[in-house]
């Protein structure tokens, strides 16, 4: 069974510019979970999508954006990139949410961002 | 709102000695718990889950945890340690209808 896939790996974009990244669930899982690494604040949690449905949604600004499509594919919109928003975005899929021991969540490798 | 505490950002062992990477959490009703390890330029990947079924969870790689509620803690352990497990490791917590929250990580040198 394939893992999570997401593209692109690296991009590099400039401030002000906006950016889209994409997830590919594994098949099956309905819960997309995106979340933001840095060194400095570790992982934090933007969204959680199921079934096409915002179900959480973290402490970001609303540059952040996210939505799910019937295949559960996702993707993640940042708008007006700022020099903050340098990270690893982690996209985690699993079968019925966060929220669930019995549905643990499944990592891609990540989109590095660099914003220049 | 629960938390986790991780307890060193770094822990270096030599290889064969005993891992021991701390992990304290806070949460107002029983939490599910778990640890995660990182490997460079990868996402994140899970080596074990407690569930309340047992306080001594066994993981992947010979890693486990205890669960320790008097405590509140869920310390990870393996008892060789090896190069290969050199990477960053994460503890995370939620209860109930909430997402996983992580702790900072703590990364694990292995000498030889």
């Known amino acids: 069974k394939a893992g999570v896939t997401q593209t692109p790996r690296y991009l590099i974009k400039t401030r002000g510019q906006q950016v889209t990244l994409s997830c590919s669930p594994i098949?099956?899982?309905?819960?997309v979970s995106w979340y933001q690494q840095t060194p400095g604040q570790g992982l934090q949690f933007l969204f959680e999508?199921?079934?096409?449905?915002?179900?959480n949604k973290g402490n970001f600004p609303g540059r952040f954006s996210g939505r799910q499509f019937s295949n559960s594919r996702s993707e993640m919109n940042v708008s007006t990139l700022e020099l903050g928003d340098s990270a690893l975005y982690l996209c985690?899929?699993?079968?019925?949410?966060?929220?669930?021991?019995?549905?643990?969540?499944?990592f891609g490798n990540g989109t590095r961002l660099t914003v220049t | 709102a629960q938390s986790v505490t991780q307890l060193g950002s770094h822990v270096s062992v030599s290889e064969g000695a005993l891992v021991l990477l701390r992990c304290n959490y806070s949460s107002s009703v029983p939490p599910y718990l778990f640890w995660y390890v990182q490997y460079p330029n990868q996402g994140l990947q899970l080596l074990l889950k407690?569930?309340?079924?047992?306080?001594l969870v066994k993981g992947i790689n010979g890693f486990e945890a205890e669960f320790k509620k008097s405590e509140t803690s869920f310390h990870l352990t393996k008892p060789s340690a090896h190069m290969s497990d050199a990477a960053e490791y994460f503890c995370a917590v939620f209860s109930g209808n909430t997402p996983l929250v992580f702790g900072k990580g703590t990364r694990l040198s292995v000498i030889a």
């Open positions: 407690y569930t309340s079924a047992a306080t």
């Open positions: 985690a899929s699993s079968l019925t949410g966060s929220g669930s021991y019995n549905s643990p969540l499944h």
């Open positions: 999508y199921f079934s096409e449905t915002q179900r």
């Open positions: 098949s099956g899982h309905r819960s």
